[in-house]
């Protein structure tokens, strides 16, 4: 059981270049979230899906953009990379329902933009 | 505006000691309440949770207290060890929410 599986783990981009995080999920998990890791800022929500074909804004969207066309994928893209971007990527799951349900995180996408 | 507020920063205890982590929020509505545990390198684990309805939970060296009137609700690690060293973050959220709103983070030391 794989759980959380983000890719790549490490990526340098240069300013303007666009790329996609990759997450999976193998735990039937309808619900889907996107967090990044600042230094002194804790976790804060990008994006977040509730399910296949539904996504909406988290506290920090601006600069990234997500779909989710299965149960278990939901990626990240940053259409035009910025410094200000530079940062941990964490992607979490957790079961369907309230949200008093442990979440799930993978182990992180650091990436750095030049 | 931050939702949840969490202190100190960083803590440095001794090993065998009692660690000490302060969180408060705003928002009435929430309801529940984790502690999650992160090593370096590694994704946050769930490491406790509580809910407003008991103002105590322990498990093992960790417990949760909640004071529902303040707002608040601490972790308390008995016994720290070396092992015990990692970022630990309060988190808060609701039963109408769909998201997660995490404090800042304290970053543990126990020396040993």
């Known amino acids: 059981n794989a759980g959380v599986t983000q890719t790549p783990k490490f990526q340098v981009l240069k300013t303007g270049q666009s790329m996609t995080l990759q997450c999976a999920q193998d735990?039937?998990?309808?619900?889907m979230s996107w967090y990044r890791q600042d230094p002194g800022m804790g976790l804060r929500l990008i994006h977040y899906s509730v399910g296949a074909g539904i996504t909406d804004q988290g506290e920090v969207p601006n600069g990234y953009n997500v779909s989710r066309s299965t149960t278990e994928d939901f990626p990240l893209r940053l259409l035009s990379a910025a410094p200000s971007q530079t940062s941990v990527y964490f992607c979490a799951s957790r079961s369907q329902g309230a949200p008093n349900q442990p979440q799930h995180f993978g182990d992180g996408t650091r990436l750095s933009i030049l | 505006q931050q939702q949840v507020k969490q202190s100190p920063q960083s803590l440095i205890v001794q090993k065998g000691g009692i660690s000490i982590i302060n969180c408060a929020y705003e928002n009435t509505a929430f309801d529940y309440f984790p502690w999650y545990q992160q090593f370096p390198g590694k994704g946050p684990a769930l490491l406790i949770a509580?809910?407003?309805?008991?103002s105590e939970k322990k498990e093992g060296r960790f417990t949760i207290s909640f004071n529902k009137s303040a707002k608040q609700f601490s972790l308390h690690i008995m016994d720290s060890q070396p092992g015990d060293s990692a970022t630990y973050f309060c988190a808060a959220s609701s039963q109408a929410g769909t998201a997660l709103i995490f404090g800042k983070g304290t970053t543990l030391s126990v020396s040993s």
């Open positions: 509580i809910r407003p309805d008991v």
């Open positions: 735990m039937n998990h309808e619900y």
